[in-house]
């Protein structure tokens, strides 16, 4: 009898052995790599395991040469010295070179156990670069002659609108693409969010051509909305912020949520009134910075505009017409770009300057895409439906 009893516990080791080792495998890369903020010296890769995990990214020259040639640079998911263990990772690279392109390769390694001072670690995940070529970006350049960008906005979970829109407008051949909100209609779940819109722009451009997002309204709802950032514009101090490309400066605003927060739809829970506040702030300093000054062309992304629709006005609008466009007139802005009203059909809102706001504003449809082009001469506007039906059409002189 003693022997069946330890024949058996030996099978059951065994077996408890094979299952730790199954788990160990199937550690993977569950969503990801993206970009996020890609700017001429720096960019930030997320990407998501399925495992608590610690993550890298190492990064090599686009020297011809092969990923596997030599040790490459390591830069890990770390705060304050200490690698994070999360399923979450986020990597901010910085002292690059502007308008240099660069290989990357992301790394996730299961952490099976953290007791005291011993970490048991597991098996890595990464990206392929024997049997496909390696992941790539390219940082921004000032001194580059000529971009262009296309905008996305209000898609709210359609997620096959995403590439026909991008097709519509040839993203392939523009240096970067925006979300300028509303890409989901409540923020539910990590999986909502990657299910709905950023797997498909994970396939078609987000690993190596840089994806920019300004917040919309129907991101901050859900109980999932305080999680943005773990995602988005994850190392920027704030999810407003600026970028250079080219001869244009971007501004990048949060117009937060489009009613008063102590509407009963947000059962208290908002602050935005205040946010907005904060954010002016930051606003005046931006446009009395040399890099806003001496950029030929100033472009304002932000989803709600400080506009009427259909002759009526709400509060988050107002706020964007009361604190932002004073400041905004004093920088001669050359255009603002915004969504949020639509009504879903091919089209487009465009204000010509007022004696409120100083510069046009044009409001993209949520089944429309909008193409930028910019050289030293001139900005090019287009609003485009899935047809490739040019709907509207505006260029702006250089100043």
């Known amino acids: 009898m003693e022997k069946v009893k330890r024949f058996l516990i030996s099978i059951l080791l065994i077996c ?12 993977e890369i569950k969503y990801g790599p993206y970009l996020q903020n890609l700017k001429e010296t720096e960019t930030t890769i997320v990407w998501v395991s399925n495992k608590p995990s610690i993550g890298w990214v190492e990064l090599a020259p686009d020297d011809g040469s092969n990923f596997y040639q030599k040790e490459r640079s390591r830069y ?30 992301v790394y996730s390694q299961e952490i099976l156990d953290h007791q005291g001072v011993e970490v048991i670690y597991g098996r890595i995940a990464a990206t392929d670069v024997w049997s496909k070529k390696p992941l790539c970006f390219t940082t921004n350049d000032r001194d580059k002659k000529e971009i262009s960008f296309t905008v996305l906005n209000d898609i709210h979970g359609r997620t096959n609108d995403i590439s026909e829109l991008l097709n519509a407008v040839n993203y392939e051949e523009n240096d970067m693409v925006i979300y300028n909100g509303d890409m989901v209609s409540q923020s539910k779940s990590e999986e909502q969010v990657f299910n709905s819109f950023m797997n498909k722009s994970i396939e078609l451009f987000a690993q190596e051509k840089p994806m920019y997002y300004a917040r919309g309204n129907h991101e901050t709802r859900g109980v999932f909305a305080t999680s943005f950032q773990n995602y988005f514009s994850v190392k920027e ?22 009613k008063p927060d102590s509407d009963i739809e947000y059962s208290g829970i908002t602050d935005y009134d205040n946010y907005r506040t904060e954010q002016a702030k930051w606003l005046e300093q931006v446009i009395e910075s040399d890099e806003f000054k001496q950029a030929s062309y100033k472009i304002v992304i932000g989803h709600m505009p400080p506009v009427e629709w259909q002759g009526d006005i709400w509060h988050g609008p107002t706020e964007v017409l009361e604190k932002f466009i004073p400041i905004l007139n004093k920088g001669k802005i050359d255009v603002m770009i915004s969504g949020h009203y639509h009504i879903n059909k091919p089209g487009y809102y465009y204000y010509e300057p007022s004696e409120k706001v100083h510069f046009p504003v044009l409001v993209n449809e949520s089944v429309t895409a909008l193409k930028g082009k910019i050289d030293r001469n001139s900005l090019k506007l287009q609003v485009v439906d899935k047809q490739k039906n040019i709907l509207f059409e505006k260029t702006c002189l250089a100043k």
């Open 16 to 27: 408890f052995g094979a299952v730790v080792i199954f788990a160990q495998e199937r550690v």
């Open 76 to 105: 890990f998911d770390s705060k304050n010295g200490v690698k994070n263990t999360s399923l979450i990772h986020s990597v901010k690279i910085s002292d690059l070179k502007p308008g240099t392109t660069y290989r990357y390769r």
């Open 237 to 258: 101090p704030h999810l407003y912020f600026t970028l250079r490309q080219g001869p244009a400066f971007f501004i990048f605003l949060d117009t937060g949520e489009d």
